[in-house]
């Protein structure tokens, strides 16, 4: 459960570097070199629209989930773009943020900058959210067709890799693999397809040990300067990804998930809300709760507190990784 005095939730960070890119959640500083500074704020949207109040530690728990599954992934030969996510380590890297390290440390990882692949690689090993309506509708996940009386919940054996465009406001739209070949080409798409494949593998298998189902989730890729494919952005944390407690969980039911949650259902009791800007304000106790989602799902899948992790630097860490 989280502290009675919690911080001051960060809305945006505003730091001595050239702003890249502001997100939902993060801005992408240029940290020279052709490196960035990934920063999570503790922004919380619903529905496509950013709250007008944000949820302490979520930041926290998004940058340092990353980097344990970064760690994880190493040991799966994937190639990634983390540089360290060791506040020391990033000021000795980058000077200038010295004086901001209130603001930066321990929500932000240093990695190098790649060309992102214009793509969203969403594997789903449940038929929930998006895909179960499309089903539910047209029999059909991203246009192409699954078999006949699958239920809501309903665990696909074996997981399926179901492509979205990637897109700055909104939702992403499905697309079927013969339009990621037509975006990437062939080879690409194919191995696109299996290392996201291959990483929600781990990621099912690492969670279900920690009594959690990872019922699906989405990576995203980039180019290095030769070309080479590398993991990016954040890896299989509560935004990316929707988790479940195998305690909660029932075939035929939409159940419980590890994350913003308790914004969702109290957005959905208000009636007289349209969903588009500018958001009801959020009530202390489903910011508290939420925040406990978050750091819950941390210790869960980690088996640490937040607060006892110690970000690691991915140059120096070696590949036995608990």
């Not at 970064?70 to 200038?96: G, N």
């Not at 990882?109 to 690689?121: K, M, N, Y």
């Not at 494949?197 to 030769?226: C, H, N, P, Q, S």
């Amino acid at each position: 459960m989280a502290s009675s005095a919690e911080p001051r939730p960060l809305l945006r960070s505003h730091l001595p570097l050239p702003l890249v890119h502001a997100g939902k959640v993060r801005e992408m500083y240029d940290a020279g070199d052709d490196r960035l500074l990934m920063v999570a704020s503790d922004r919380v949207s619903a529905f496509d629209v950013v709250m007008g109040h944000g949820v302490p530690r979520k930041g926290e728990v998004l940058t340092l989930i990353t980097a344990w599954w970064l760690q994880k992934a190493a040991e799966l030969d994937v190639r990634h773009h983390a540089i360290t996510a060791d506040p020391d380590e990033i000021e000795a890297a980058v000077p200038k943020l010295a004086d901001s390290r209130q603001e930066w440390a321990r929500r932000s990882i240093l990695v190098h900058r790649t060309r992102p692949i214009p793509v969203e690689c969403v594997v789903r090993g449940y038929l929930a959210g998006s895909a179960w309506r499309e089903y539910r509708d047209r029999g059909t996940l991203a246009g192409e067709p699954l078999p006949p009386g699958l239920t809501q919940s309903q665990r696909l054996d074996p997981p399926i890799f179901s492509p979205a465009t990637k897109a700055e406001e909104g939702h992403d739209e499905n697309i079927t693999f013969a339009q990621v070949e037509d975006r990437v080409g062939r080879e690409r798409a194919r191995t696109l397809r299996d290392l996201s494949l291959t990483l929600y593998g781990m990621g099912a298998r690492v969670a279900l040990r920690r009594d959690i189902i990872l019922a699906d989730t989405k990576f995203e890729f980039g180019e290095d300067e030769d070309g080479a494919l590398v993991l990016i952005d954040e890896i299989l944390t509560p935004d990316s990804s929707r988790y479940w407690p195998v305690e909660g969980y029932q075939e035929g039911h939409n159940p419980p998930s590890l994350d913003k949650q308790p914004v969702r259902d109290f957005l959905d009791g208000i009636e007289n809300w349209n969903r588009r800007p500018p958001p009801p304000p959020l009530p202390s106790q489903v910011i508290q709760a939420t925040t406990d989602r978050y750091l819950e799902i941390f210790q869960r899948l980690t088996g640490q507190k937040l607060d006892d992790y110690s970000p690691p630097s991915f140059v120096t860490s070696g590949p036995d990784h608990k």
